[in-house]
């Protein structure tokens, strides 16, 4: 699967459903909002903000792709993340 997805792509997956259906999204991540970045290129955001990665954790965690991060509820940044095994 690409890491492209149009609007007309989206269109199609979600013709088949009205327009009261609910979109969540897994994983814990919330919807922000859509950001034009160029004459054709919109980004979807989120709440959340992906991580830096250490070279050393991207190493001793290849499955990981990307993490997301959160504020903690005292607006604090989270500074330290456990990653259990998969």
């Known amino acids: 699967m690409s890491d492209i997805l149009t609007v007309g792509d989206l269109k199609c997956h979600l ?33 959340e903000f992906q991580a830096e990665l250490s070279p050393k954790f991207k190493r001793d965690n290849p499955q990981l792709k990307v993490v997301f991060c959160s504020f903690d509820s005292d607006g604090s940044v989270v500074q330290q993340v456990s990653v259990p095994r998969l």
Request: no cysteine; aromatic share 18%; net charge negative.
């Open 15 to 47: 013709a088949a459903y009205r327009d009261d259906f609910e979109l969540e999204f897994q994983g814990g991540l919330q919807f922000y909002r859509v950001k034009a970045r160029g004459d054709n290129l919109a980004v979807v955001e989120f709440n």
